[in-house]
């Protein structure tokens, strides 16, 4: 170790260094963790990456509070319905959207609160030049647009590998204070950011899953005590106002 970084930390160190003329060229900075822009909240857990890229305004989330409307691609139309009423509501309560731009649940969140001209957050598993999915390429412009932030640990040119959706899950609850799980199945990708909200310490809330079709993961959760039960995007709201706020990490990491 050098510097307190690990090998493999001053390897991606430097990868930004050498990759900043070509990131700046397509629209991207770059932050390390000793930056006062890089997120309070994401230096507080395991695994924390040690350069993150980003195009538009990355200090939102040492600004507001920033909760993680996350679900299924496959989802129905109730949870799609339910995605968009609560990103919209958070979203008009001053709070940041943020999740991974994924189709489904995802993207209705993020239309609802680019609706009432919210602020959003998405987290790419790959370099900010290549927006997955493509299809969304236009809504990641839309959430840059309205003063939001497209966040990834990749540089630039970095292949798109499978693995990478779950190192894009940790980071998903790890810059968020809490979690709200829309609809999703047991064995859906939307668990494994369930799963480090637990190692996180970061709060859960789910949809009620009698009021979803494909929601095995929603009862999984909230039966096994994991998850707080919620049945409209008003009691998610709730939730969320009972967070701290982002300030509160920037504090803890002062002692």
Do not use: W
Request: charged share 25%; with cysteine; hydrophobic share 35%.
């Amino acid at each position: 170790m050098r510097n307190g970084y690990s090998f493999k930390e001053i390897q991606k160190l430097n990868i930004a260094e050498k990759t900043k003329e070509q990131s700046a060229n397509l629209g991207i900075s770059y932050c390390t963790i000793e930056d006062k822009s890089y997120p309070n909240a994401l230096k507080e857990i395991p695994g924390r990456p040690v350069v993150l890229y980003y195009r538009g305004e990355i200090g939102i989330l040492n600004t507001y509070k920033n909760i993680a409307v996350i679900g299924s691609r496959n989802c129905s139309f109730k949870g799609r319905e339910l995605a968009y009423k609560t990103g919209r509501l958070l979203a008009a309560e001053g709070m940041v959207v943020v999740n991974g731009l994924a189709l489904g649940c995802d993207t209705e969140a993020l239309r609802g609160a680019l609706d009432v001209l919210g602020k959003c957050v998405a987290i790419m598993p790959c370099g900010l030049e290549n927006i997955q999915p493509k299809s969304n390429r236009g809504l990641a412009q839309k959430i840059i647009d309205a003063g939001g932030c497209i966040l990834s640990e990749y540089s630039v040119g970095t292949s798109l590998a499978k693995y990478q959706y779950v190192e894009r899950d940790r980071l998903q609850s790890g810059v968020s204070q809490g979690i709200v799980i829309i609809e999703a199945e047991k064995q859906s990708g939307t668990m494994h950011t369930a799963e480090f909200a637990a190692s996180q310490c970061r709060r859960l809330a789910c949809y009620y899953h009698k009021l979803l079709e494909m929601s095995s993961g929603n009862q999984y959760l909230t039966d096994s005590g994991r998850a707080v039960s919620i049945r409209n995007e008003e009691e998610a709201l709730a939730f969320a106002k009972e967070l701290p706020r982002a300030e509160i990490y920037q504090q803890m990491s002062l002692f």
